[in-house]
């Protein structure tokens, strides 16, 4: 009897202990296949689903190992589950930092940007380009000023790419010109430079150019190298500048009139009273529009300020002095490079003739009005910005 008691007393705790055991391990092993079953379906549907199973899962288990991380980990496993039978959508890369319209992209697809770069249609894209122009320089031409642009464009080096925009839908006569068959050509009728270049100079199409100059077609340039002229650009720290204008042919302001004793100016003296702050344009900070060049980072600014529907361009010179701080030092005028402004009124005579004024008229009457009303736009713009702020400014320059 005692024998019996004691072997009965020892056989208990064995039972127990086995019975405890067994049901921990069914328990873990269930959870196991729990876990993997969703798992194995969604391989089955998609396979880049995995990475998004539960990022947490993956932080966890490298740092410590819990009740809390299966749990977690089956719950993203089922929402994950279900999100795709019901959505059947195929990827669920979402990825915030790309650029709009791009987040369920793999970053490494991306391609942001672009160029005007020429390419094959045959043989290794590796191998299309023997040279990637570092510049760009546009004209806004009618084939009448094509001795004129053919002039222009020998003063430019292989280091630039060539963009004629045509006003006038004549494109295939330049092909006289060797170069003109290596150069970009968009013809629209009777449209401005800077309409062309609010829809085709993007800063994303021009990223890969340091500068990109925007020209009239009336420019002579016997006095110019634009290799010189960006040599002195950076020297003197420009980010928005024009070659200095002969100051004995057509209209000009102070500021943009060549001095010969010098490189580089970037202020002036101007009629008493137009300047209130020496610093401010006409008398610094100030470019006109005819022949503006601009480096990569100050175009992405002034690209963003043109209107779509002011296509003249005029008052803009006087703003451009809010894409660079300081302007008064970034803003200048090239001196020993120098052109003269022909002054064609070519564009002028393609308007309308409208109530007995000549097309040319009409053309000048708009250009008035889209002045004060690009004025009027960045006035009110900041108003609307400093009332937003809380900002009450005893004084602005709007101009």
Known sequence: MGTFGRSVIVRKPNETMRLI???????????LIGISFPTLSLNKLNSSILSNIDLRYIRDKSSSFSTQTFF???SSAKDNRIQVQISNDTSKIWVPSNPRGAERLPPGIVAAESDFYLRRLWGKPSEDLT????NLVTFTVGYAQKKNIDAAVKKFSDDFTILLFHYDGRTTEWDEFEWSKRAIHVSVQRQTKWWYAKRFLHPDIVAPYDYIFIWDEDLGVEHFNAVEYLRLVRKYGLEISQPGLDPNKGLTWQMTK???DQEVHKETEEKPGWCTNPHLPPCAAFVEIMAPVFS???WRCVWHMLQNDLVHGWGLDFALRRCVEPAHEKIGVVDSQWIVHQTVPSLGNQGQAENGKAPWQGVRERCKKEWTMFRLRIENAEKALYKEMGIFPLNTTTD
């Open 258 to 260: 060549r001095r010969g």
């Open 296 to 298: 990569r980072d100050a």
């Open 72 to 74: 977690d980990a089956w």
């Open 131 to 134: 040279i990637k122009p570092k």
């Open 21 to 31: 055991v067994l049901t921990f391990v069914g328990v873990v092993f269930g959870f």
